[in-house]
């Protein structure tokens, strides 16, 4: 029952049509009963068979195939076309959710489970849920409706039907409870295993980059840990193996047994004159008729236990947790940002930002300088909403960023990431993402502004070229032109660049701090900076240590005041740990 509960949730709106649809899986059974009265009265004549008799067997033969067909075409409309929209639906919900999830979400662990449930999870589903569900409901609605017509056959016949149907009714739910038991073993090493494939893909580079021989102890634990997992996996499933199949044997005997015992117990009734010549020859024919759908439950019992399984796992994976929305769609008044007094950690007892407070006026340019590990990337996070405050407020406009809806907030804000991911599209498209209704002349324009419009013209198919997963066939300068150019088609009036020239080349970074130039025009600028020339031209620097406010002020006042800063820009040529550069 759960498991038809948790099918009508997913199926929503659609639950009055998902019903009609399993009741045509069930009725479309019905055109056994035409073959079944054909055969009746072609025996019931066998003696006399006119013409009329045999056109007679035919149309009702004919008459059940139509019905057949039209029930069964209407169970595919309303059963399993909906099992598709049912799961299209489900991965668009949970694309909602992800993109409101708080970014501490998606750790390594949290993506192998994601990926994982969106692909193999969900496509187990989609493939085989609507299937299975209808294949219970024929297989046993072929064995009552001729169950039934027994009775009206013959009484003993019948009667000897149901108690079969019980015992095979509850030896197919002891096969449903041994694979329930076994399907989370089976899910739970499946996981470690893809977690194992993961790590190992992801360190590649580092597989081939360092001298790994037979001897190295690291290799051999890479290996053995490959080795134990795929031996865990044979193992589990062995044993489900045995534990299942023998008990489904035993299921496929009672089909074959008492198909067996039914035409016995026909010829037997016959030969004591109980039933006529006709009776005898439908029973005979009904005795195999009546098991056809029961027959292969047992293969399947395992697979029909696997989707409650995997609707347990996609719930567990996709507790999703949803950071708090307000209700503010607008924002009026200067666009003044303010800090007051904030704590966060990505652990709760291990703080990164403490009791941070400061002011940013609209349009004017920050700069937060400081060594690496300090909290300079947290504070663009915090302010961006991809977490959120431990304690303490940020103020946007006077009001709390979290009383504005995601979307209103996001659409104050453009970022420019250290590390740029670009989607496995088009050029054009990954521009165009920032603004869906922009026109190709207004992606063009800002191309020129973002000085990549020369070497996409370069390209095989220009603005159409498919750049490959995370951008993996343009260089690391090419990539962060175009997400400029991205910031520059969302004019948003908040930008926050988060070093954007740290890993690039000499040449690719010009041309990029020109493309920033043009971004950051009569805007308010938050810059992670790790230039001395980024460092002078702004309007306030903002000196993080330890997560704390050490100093602020302009380039010149500091120097002057000899603190913290003044031995920064003193001893950086020495770049120990700290990112700013000539």
């Not at 769609?329 to 800090?339: E, K, N, V």
């Not at 104050?412 to 989607?423: E, I, K, N, R, T």
């Amino acid at each position: 029952m759960n498991y038809f509960r948790r099918l009508f949730e997913l199926v929503g709106k659609d639950k009055v049509k998902f019903i009609f649809g399993l009741f045509f899986a069930f009725f479309k059974n019905f055109s056994f009963m035409f073959i079944f009265g054909a055969l009746y009265i072609a025996f019931l004549n066998i003696h006399a068979l006119t013409a009329t008799v045999i056109w007679n067997c035919l149309m009702i033969m004919v008459g059940g195939i139509l019905f057949h067909f039209v029930f069964r075409y209407l169970e595919d409309i309303l059963v399993s076309a909906e099992g598709y929209v049912m799961f299209r639906n489900f991965r668009l919900q949970v694309g909602d959710e992800l993109k409101k999830a708080p970014l501490g979400y998606f750790d390594d662990a949290k993506l192998g489970n994601i990926q994982g449930a969106m692909t193999t999870s969900i496509n187990a589903l989609e493939n085989f849920t609507m299937m299975l569900v209808t294949g219970v409901i024929a297989g046993f609605g072929i064995s009552i409706l001729l169950t039934i017509a027994m009775l009206k056959m013959n009484v003993t016949l019948g009667l000897f039907m149901i108690p079969v149907l019980v015992i095979l009714s509850f030896t197919l739910g002891k096969l449903y409870k041994i694979a329930m038991r076994n399907v989370p073993l089976q899910h739970k090493v499946e996981q470690e295993m893809n977690f194992a494939v993961i790590d190992m893909i992801r360190g590649m580079s580092v597989l081939r980059t360092y001298p790994i021989n037979e001897d190295n102890p690291v290799k051999n634990m890479i290996q053995e840990k490959a080795k134990d997992l795929y031996e865990k996996k044979k193992e589990v499933d062995v044993r489900c193996e045995v534990e299942f199949s023998w008990r489904a044997k035993i299921y496929s005997f009672i089909v074959n047994a008492a198909s067996v015992i039914l035409i016995i117990l026909t010829v037997h009734l016959y030969m004591h004159d109980e039933i006529n010549f006709a009776n005898c020859m439908t029973m005979l024919v009904g005795s195999y008729l009546i098991f056809l759908g029961l027959a292969p439950l047992s293969d399947t019992a395992f697979l029909y236990a696997k989707i409650p399984g995997q609707q347990k796992y996609l719930d567990d994976v996709f507790q999703i947790p949803q950071l708090e929305e307000g209700k503010q769609t607008t924002i009026s008044g200067p666009l003044d940002i303010r800090f007051d007094h904030v704590w966060f950690g990505y652990r709760k007892d291990t703080p990164v930002i403490k009791d941070l407070s400061f002011e940013i006026k609209q349009n004017e340019k920050v700069a937060i300088v400081g060594p690496s590990g300090c909290g300079k990337t947290t504070i663009v996070n915090l302010l961006s909403r991809f977490w959120d405050v431990d304690k303490g407020t940020i103020y946007l406009a006077g009001k709390d960023i979290r009383e504005y809806t995601v979307e209103t907030l996001f659409k104050q804000m453009s970022v420019v990431f250290q590390d740029v991911y670009l989607f496995n599209d088009t050029i054009m498209n990954n521009i165009r993402f920032a603004k869906p209704e922009a026109s190709d002349q207004e992606i063009f324009d800002v191309c020129k502004k973002a000085r990549c419009a020369e070497f996409i013209s370069k390209l095989p198919q220009g603005y159409e070229t498919i750049i490959g997963e995370g951008g993996a066939n343009l260089s690391g300068g090419e990539k962060q032109r175009i997400s400029i150019a991205r910031a520059l088609l969302k004019d948003a009036p908040i930008i926050l660049l988060d070093e954007a020239t740290s890993s690039v080349d000499p040449e690719n970074e010009a041309e990029i701090l020109a493309a920033i130039d043009a971004l950051c025009k009569g805007k308010t600028v938050i810059s992670i900076a790790h230039r001395i020339s980024t460092v002078e031209s702004v309007d306030h620097i903002l000196v993080i240590n330890n997560g704390s406010l050490q100093e602020e002020g302009k380039h010149e006042e500091l120097i002057q005041n000899g603190g913290i800063y003044a031995g920064f820009i003193k001893s950086r040529r020495d770049a120990k740990g700290w990112r700013i550069e000539n």
